[in-house]
């Protein structure tokens, strides 16, 4: 039943039947072993604990079809709840993003929203995996952080790293030119301080999260799946966050008091509250500026009017005319 209800999410996607060619079973390493933009990670079973499977899928803005794409998560999706039917979908956006992506975004009569209607919209490519979790009625949880946390976090950097911060008067000509993990290599290269707080801070908030996510289904001895959703601008980040979370010893490991202390710390820092920056940023870098020019641009005009040179080059013009 659930795989025949992805399928039918899926056709509604694309809106044209296509094979749902099934994937390799997903053999699951410690180490985080991908295909394409999808891994997957098992903590073994010890005792009476059974195992548990976290996938972690990528996807690009705005893609449907075709590598790593909605389609491909939709597939992984099925290959999941038939194995697991009561696994349960991570989203690596923020709590407001996917309450707003449910309510715009609700299912009519067990079909996807058509991509056409998607195209263009904020976060597009995550409706098609949230809507087959509506229909599978299979709880979806946000583990992204805040934006304006992450907004926050950014301009103190860029406060504390002044030549970063001037380079804001070209880069942001250039922000929409680049996309998924070439977005992330501009923006590091150009900001490699205050990048962290956007691209690295949020990687390793999620990761832990999912960590947490997997700790608690352990503690409760279920074997469900999890499947993790992100953006590829951070996909490989995320990665490399939990092969340290979800490495050999993560069966002794979690659940330890010692190691969800460090956790709950390390989140707690990632999500601190700081005071935002960014209207000082815009006043120092942009309204300071402006201003001295404006001022310069004044004195000009005040001493050339006072020289007389416009007037003494008007006056020989009109000589010249009357000549």
């Not at 999410?9 to 997903?26: C, F």
């Not at 491909?72 to 309450?99: N, Q, R």
């Not at 001895?221 to 996909?235: A, C, F, G, H, P």
């Amino acid at each position: 039943m659930l795989r025949q209800q992805v399928r039918i999410l899926s056709k509604a996607l694309q809106q044209a039947p296509y094979a749902l060619t099934p994937r390799p079973t997903l053999a699951c390493s410690l180490s985080g072993r991908a295909t394409f933009a999808t891994s997957a990670y098992t903590v073994p079973s010890k005792g009476s604990t059974p195992e548990q499977t976290l996938f972690v899928v990528g996807l690009n803005e705005g893609k449907f079809f075709g590598q790593d794409s909605a389609e491909e998560a939709l597939k992984l999706v099925e290959h999941v709840a038939t194995a697991s039917p009561e696994y349960t979908l991570l989203f690596g956006i923020s709590e407001p993003e996917l309450t707003e992506l449910e309510s715009d975004h609700k299912v009519k009569s067990g079909r996807l929203t058509p991509s056409r209607e998607l195209e263009g919209k904020m976060l597009a490519e995550h409706v098609p995996i949230v809507q087959a979790g509506m229909v599978d009625k299979r709880p979806r949880r946000a583990v992204g952080r805040n934006e304006q946390t992450t907004k926050s976090h950014v301009s103190y950097l860029l406060w504390t790293h002044p030549r970063e911060a001037v380079n804001v008067y070209w880069a942001y000509w250039r922000r929409k030119q680049y996309k998924d993990i070439e977005k992330r290599k501009f923006w590091s290269k150009t900001f490699p301080v205050s990048a962290t707080a956007y691209f690295e801070e949020r990687a390793a908030l999620i990761a832990i999260r999912a960590t947490e996510h997997v700790a608690a289904l352990r503690a409760q001895e279920s074997r469900n799946s999890t499947v993790l959703v992100v953006n590829n601008d951070i996909y490989d980040l995320v990665l490399q966050e939990l092969n340290d979370m979800l490495g050999k010893d993560a069966t002794e490991k979690l659940n330890t008091q010692k190691f969800s202390r460090k956790l709950r710390e390390r989140a707690g820092d990632l999500c601190q509250d700081i005071l935002d920056l960014w209207p000082l940023l815009f006043f120092i870098y942009f309204m300071v500026p402006l201003t001295i020019v404006h001022w310069f641009v004044l004195g000009a005009d005040y001493y050339i009017k006072k020289s007389g040179v416009i007037d003494e080059l008007l006056g020989k013009r009109e000589a010249r005319r009357r000549e």
